[in-house]
């Protein structure tokens, strides 16, 4: 019996939002949304936003045009763990750059 290849073998790592919502308090309202590749999950954010409970959470494990602070662009291999996190928070937009520094 040959050992399997890298790309031959099946990934068992694979991101699930059933396993992920298992593991979050019960009170929890946002919704998990698992991509296994999107152009960036900001992107897919500010589409939902307005109508997104708070808390949505996107992930995905791989970006085909991932942007981090200040809209620098990033690689995003597949992989990793790629993630949005919508907040409906009363914050003065001044402050809002603390969410980000927090993370």
């Given at each position: 019996?040959?050992?399997?290849?890298?790309?031959?073998?099946?990934?068992?790592?694979?991101?699930?939002?059933?396993?992920?919502?298992?593991?979050?308090?019960?009170?929890?309202?946002?919704?998990?949304?698992?991509?296994?590749?999107?152009?960036?999950?900001?992107?897919?954010?500010?589409?939902?936003?307005?109508?997104?409970?708070?808390?949505?959470?996107?992930?995905?494990?791989a970006?085909?045009?991932?942007?981090?602070?200040?809209?620098?662009?990033?690689?995003?291999?597949?992989?990793?763990?790629?993630?949005?996190?919508?907040?409906?928070?009363?914050?003065?937009?001044?402050d809002?750059?603390?969410?980000?520094?927090?993370?």
């Amino acid at each position: 019996m040959k050992n399997a290849t890298a790309s031959e073998k099946k990934n068992t790592n694979i991101l699930s939002a059933d396993a992920i919502k298992s593991l979050l308090p019960e009170d929890f309202s946002g919704d998990i949304i698992v991509l296994e590749t999107t152009e960036s999950t900001n992107l897919d954010a500010a589409k939902i936003v307005k109508t997104a409970p708070h808390g949505t959470t996107i992930l995905a494990d791989a970006q085909t045009a991932g942007r981090g602070r200040l809209g620098r662009s990033f690689f995003a291999p597949s992989g990793g763990i790629y993630m949005s996190v919508i907040l409906h928070l009363n914050l003065a937009f001044s402050d809002a750059v603390l969410i980000t520094t927090a993370a």
